[in-house]
């Protein structure tokens, strides 16, 4: 597999420069692995952390600025930061307000971000905890016990960010984290397998003309396989999934999110299907979000999250915000 690079072991550290040389409104610490927003800690705000496995972009540091992260912990591609990253992290934003820490349900991040939880704590920083958990397509996987942490990140990330943004407490901005996780689920779809830099091949088989119905961020296995399905079919399969799972009762935002390999061109005509789907399902939406933003570095496929919402959630979502990676607003 031909990749950009220039030798497997400094892809995260060469990325990170990237960021540095690009985002001068960020302080990028490579040594380290930490991202911050230059102007952190800011006085009287609750502090939000995130990380995960680099491999996601723009999924975490992507999201680092006004109005969503304050710091975000990037690991080996597909690995977890260690607690020694979150620890750093939570000290450079902490105002004296708290920080709360978004983690997605994967074994290796939960256990270090729980153990980085104790050690701010035993420094007098106040932490909270929310895990994301919306992807609706297994129990179990091989990275985790319960279902996985995937699109809905964002979401919470967005909207946390922007009850932060106003001031809330932590009580508050906790609340309204695990509440955008619990009114959220995801379903994703591959149709080509992720290669990694150290392996510099694929990570799994997947046969021509065949697609992987319910497949993770890390090329983890899903439902089942079947033969290769039209953008129409593969968006009623999603979203019936979804809905009976959700079962919304309001407006829901909705996330046509691309695994890393998916042009706009077809994200946009899938998009199409799935508002579709969602009508002839009397489901209305209210915001759509489409593009890649939590990916598996070049996978092909695509993913569906929708959060139900209500008037201030929606308002929370439609808030400013100035990252790398989504911005809108004043």
């Not at 150290?198 to 697609?211: C, D």
Request: glycine share 12%; proline share 5%; net charge negative.
């Amino acid at each position: 597999m031909k990749m950009l690079i220039n030798v497997p072991e400094t892809v995260v550290a060469d990325a990170l420069r990237g960021m540095a040389a690009c985002h001068p409104e960020l302080i990028v610490d490579v040594e380290n692995r930490v991202i911050v927003r230059r102007d952190a800690p800011v006085e009287g705000k609750v502090g939000l952390v995130s990380g995960g496995g680099s491999g996601h972009e723009p999924l975490h540091g992507g999201f680092v600025g006004s109005g969503m992260l304050d710091a975000a912990c990037p690991g080996e591609v597909f690995t977890s930061p260690v607690p020694d990253q979150m620890v750093r992290a939570a000290a450079a934003v902490d105002s004296g307000k708290g920080v709360l820490f978004i983690i997605k349900n994967y074994t290796g991040d939960v256990l270090n971000f729980d153990m980085a939880a104790e050690l701010a704590e035993d420094e007098g920083i106040q932490v909270a905890k929310v895990l994301v958990n919306d992807d609706v397509a297994v129990t179990d996987s091989l990275y985790t016990a319960g279902r996985r942490g995937t699109g809905a990140t964002l979401f919470v990330e967005k909207i946390a960010g922007a009850a932060a943004a106003e001031g809330a407490p932590l009580e508050r901005v906790e609340s309204i984290a695990r509440r955008v996780n619990e009114l959220s689920r995801s379903f994703g779809v591959a149709l080509s397998p992720c290669s990694t830099p150290s392996k510099g091949g694929p990570t799994f088989e997947l046969p021509a003309g065949e697609l992987e119905l319910g497949v993770g961020i890390h090329g983890e296995p899903g439902r089942e396989r079947r033969a290769m399905m039209t953008s129409h079919e593969i968006a009623d399969y999603a979203v019936q999934v979804v809905v009976e799972d959700l079962r919304p009762e309001s407006p829901v935002l909705l996330l046509v999110n691309g695994m890393g390999a998916t042009p706009q061109l077809e994200l946009y005509g899938f998009a199409a299907e799935v508002h579709r789907a969602l009508g002839e399902r009397q489901v209305a939406v209210a915001r759509t979000l489409v593009g890649n933003y939590v990916t598996s570095l070049d996978m092909a496929g695509a993913s569906i999250t929708l959060c139900q919402v209500d008037e201030d959630l929606l308002r929370l979502w439609d808030a400013p915000v100035r990252t790398a990676g989504l911005r809108w607003g004043a």
